[in-house]
């Protein structure tokens, strides 16, 4: 995060970016607990830097990082990571150089994901069989789309955000202006991340607050 914030915004945006980062509340709850959502969070940074890198510095070689951190996302959290990285990256993507996201080094980078991604599942499968499937594709993935859908579901995961960004979301709130400017990358990227997270995990019926962790 500090790196990806020096190369944005300047030196001391680094210093800040991490500082703010690693005193945000959600990260001094959840960061020590065995729980998927916290080095997810790393693999969604790593996609981001990367995408940044070859797309405002002209480096498409760094999309090759974007498969990895989407390989990464894919076996810590499920299909749900590689979404949310093919959704950040790829969305950054479409507005700012879309020709890049047409390119050997996007479908390399999707080569690259599948390749270190697929092959625990797989193995996973043929060891398990059917406990795999009830249990990973039944119970953790599929289930989460069978309850209700209600507005209090939705009112937890963003209001999680919110306490899980203090003692720091009056600065997220004062930034909410610059959305008149979205096409600008300094604000599309975080943007595009934020949205990523929120978003998809606004789908499924069922929901944490700690699904907005990594967009914090």
């Given at each position: ?23 945000a ?19 969604l ?11 405002e510095?002209?480096r498409?070689r760094?999309?090759?990082a974007?498969?990895a ?5 894919f076996?810590?959290?499920g ?7 093919l ?42 069989g059917?406990a ?12 989460r ?8 579901g939705?009112?937890?995961?963003l209001?999680?955000?919110?306490v ?8 997220f ?13 300094g604000?599309?990227?975080p ?13 499924p019926?069922?929901k944490w607050?700690h ?6």
């Amino acid at each position: 995060v500090a790196s990806l914030a020096r190369r944005m915004y300047g030196e001391r945006a680094g210093l800040v970016a991490a500082l703010l980062t690693a005193t945000a509340f959600g990260w001094i709850r959840y960061a020590r607990l065995a729980m998927m959502d916290a080095p997810m969070a790393l693999g969604l940074a790593i996609a981001a830097y990367a995408t940044w890198r070859a797309s405002e510095e002209g480096r498409p070689r760094w999309l090759l990082a974007v498969g990895a951190g989407a390989a990464m996302d894919f076996l810590l959290k499920g299909p749900v990571g590689a979404v949310l990285v093919l959704l950040l990256s790829g969305g950054f993507l479409a507005v700012r150089a879309p020709r890049l996201l047409a390119s050997r080094w996007a479908a390399l980078a999707f080569a690259l994901g599948a390749a270190l991604g697929l092959p625990w599942y797989v193995a996973s499968f043929a060891v398990h069989g059917r406990a795999f499937y009830d249990f990973f594709v039944v119970s953790q993935n599929y289930d989460r789309f069978m309850h209700p859908w209600t507005l209090r579901g939705e009112a937890t995961l963003l209001a999680g955000f919110l306490v899980f960004t203090l003692p720091w979301t009056f600065l997220f709130a004062g930034s909410l202006g610059a959305l008149r400017r979205w096409r600008e990358p300094g604000i599309l990227l975080p943007l595009a991340w934020i949205a990523a997270v929120l978003l998809t995990f606004t789908i499924p019926s069922l929901k944490w607050p700690h699904y907005g962790l990594g967009a914090i």
